[in-house]
């Protein structure tokens, strides 16, 4: 079995329990994707909620450098390191890439105030790679270090707040505006999994090896890829156009439409009226006529 500092390699009947999981949970996935009939955009909370969450996601974020910290430290202790060595990764710059892709792309959609597309853009880019990471970590927490004299409490020491920030992130695409939840997110994320499950097969090892590398890359741009499908308009066409015809949209993106001082209540309703007026006159030329006839 392939050991690594970060997480050992499943082997065995383990992999292949894994795969057929994944394939599992690939296929709720898509059926709930063919289950949904329109797209779903979440109520909005009110600005007491979004303070709530974002004091909790900063809280989570605390507790995490808190626990990575005495993590760190056992685990030297237990292998009687005096600092922590990583090998190289070469997933990183994939992951930073995709980052500021989204951010780049979210902010130059159409249809919403600048404001709304900076907002939504820095929720989109901190969301995207926990769609990535959280089923990851579940993948991996029981494969880490066992650490002593307590393994199960180090290792919920170190993923409850790291899957606590994932969940808090996650939470806060509700806040965007731009956020809808379509057939297509289902779809993608599916397609994450079974990209997992293949690396499931193949032990679900570290990224130090072409194939585990290839797998990291491929399910890190698909998780990206079902974030951005949550920004997605309801046609491509409306991306740059700035018209958006669904609810939820920014009004003030949208320039009032000027109407004429004169308007009804109608329209056409001023040419009711200049009709009405022409016909008053006639009428009263018709009946000055027949008075001089008589």
Same mark, same amino acid.
């Not at 079995?1 to 057929?20: C, F, K, N, P």
């Not at 969450?53 to 685990?75: D, G, H, K, N, P």
């Not at 806040?175 to 499931?200: E, G, I, K």
């Given at each position: ?13 383990a992999r292949i329990e894994l795969a057929v999981g994944l394939v599992a949970a690939a ?7 063919t289950r949904l009939r329109q797209p779903v955009r979440a109520v909005r909370p009110g600005q007491g909620i979004v303070a709530v ?5 900063? *809280?989570? @974020?605390? /507790? +995490?450098?808190?626990?990575?910290? #005495?993590?760190?430290?056992?685990? &030297?202790?237990?292998?009687?390191? %005096? ?37 939504? *853009?820095? @929720?989109? /880019? +901190?969301?995207?790679?926990?769609? #990535?990471?959280?089923?990851?970590? &579940?993948?991996?927490?029981?494969? %880490? ?150």
């Amino acid at each position: 079995m392939t050991q690594h500092i970060a997480w050992a390699s499943y082997s065995g009947d383990a992999r292949i329990e894994l795969a057929v999981g994944l394939v599992a949970a690939a296929g709720a996935a898509v059926y709930a994707g063919t289950r949904l009939r329109q797209p779903v955009r979440a109520v909005r909370p009110g600005q007491g909620i979004v303070a709530v969450m974002f004091l909790a996601w900063a *809280a989570e @974020i605390a /507790a +995490l450098l808190v626990c990575v910290t #005495f993590y760190i430290q056992q685990y &030297l202790r237990d292998n009687d390191l %005096t600092k922590l060595t990583t090998a190289s990764d070469p997933v990183t710059p994939v992951t930073f890439s995709a980052v500021v892709a989204i951010f780049v792309i979210i902010l130059t959609r159409g249809g919403f105030s600048f404001r709304a597309r900076l907002g939504s *853009a820095i @929720i989109g /880019a +901190l969301a995207a790679p926990w769609i #990535f990471e959280v089923p990851f970590d &579940l993948i991996v927490m029981v494969r %880490t270090a066992s650490l002593q004299p307590n393994p199960a409490g180090y290792r919920a020491l170190f993923f409850v707040p790291l899957l606590g920030v994932g969940i808090t992130t996650l939470a806060l695409l509700i806040v965007s505006p731009m956020v809808r939840l379509t057939r297509a997110t289902f779809f993608t994320f599916a397609l994450m999994l079974l990209v997992f499950a293949v690396w499931a097969l193949d032990g679900f090892g570290y990224p130090s090896a072409p194939a585990p590398i290839a797998l990291n890359m491929v399910s890190k741009v698909l998780a990206f890829a079902t974030a951005l499908t949550l920004f997605w308009p309801a046609r491509l066409s409306q991306w740059r156009t700035g018209q958006q015809t669904e609810p939820g949209i920014d009004q003030a993106a949208v320039p009032a439409q000027p109407e004429p001082e004169s308007a009804g209540a109608f329209p056409g309703a001023d040419a009711v009226m200049a009709t009405d007026v022409v016909d008053t006159a006639a009428r009263k030329e018709t009946i000055m006529m027949v008075g001089q006839a008589r």
